[in-house]
């Protein structure tokens, strides 16, 4: 049986400019009440955002086929995804206006197996160390019982708008 989905989203440059004038958290918060769009991958790949605070920003998706690889388990690049995000953006709730971040280096280790049997799943990050030029954090996937199923580092380079 062929399945379909559809996927809408905002031009995701509205408030790009005004970004630029706001600390990360605010930021954050502002797409979070809808002041300025979500991230198109957000609803490509069915992502929401659970918790805003100072260093960790909880994503959370749910196992779903389309984010399936060709032996019926969820693909690397969708766990990295979210990883990335919740990192970045946690590195993002730190920066002070002006300032943004870009992912420098990535390393993921994929330690169990994802399946739709699997449930909902949340990141957990903490930013190690917030530096003027760079930043290291790290992140887990976990399930509702804190099964870890991933674990990230990641380094971003801190950007002057």
């Known amino acids: 049986m062929e399945r379909s ?13 005004e970004a630029m004038q706001m600390d990360g958290i605010a930021y954050l918060k502002a797409m979070s009440d809808n002041k300025f769009p979500l991230p198109p991958l957000l609803h490509t790949l069915d992502f929401s955002v659970s918790i805003i605070e100072a ?4 994503f959370e998706f749910t196992p779903q086929e389309f ?7 969820v693909h690397g690049g969708v766990i990295t995804a979210i990883l990335d995000s919740a990192m970045g953006c946690s590195v993002h709730s730190l920066l002070p206006a002006g300032k ?21 799943l949340k990141t957990i990050a903490k930013v190690i160390n917030l530096g003027g030029r760079t930043a290291l954090v790290e992140a887990q996937l976990v399930d509702e019982n804190n099964t870890v199923y991933a674990h990230a580092v990641s380094t971003c380079l801190i950007l002057k708008f």
């Open 55 to 58: 260093g960790n920003v909880v």
């Open 100 to 120: 943004g971040y870009t992912t420098l280096e990535l390393k993921v280790n994929f330690l169990k197996a994802i399946t739709i049997k699997t449930g909902k």
């Open 67 to 73: 984010h399936y690889n060709p032996i019926g388990t």
């Open 5 to 17: 989905r559809t996927i809408t989203w905002d031009d995701p440059m509205k408030g790009a400019k």
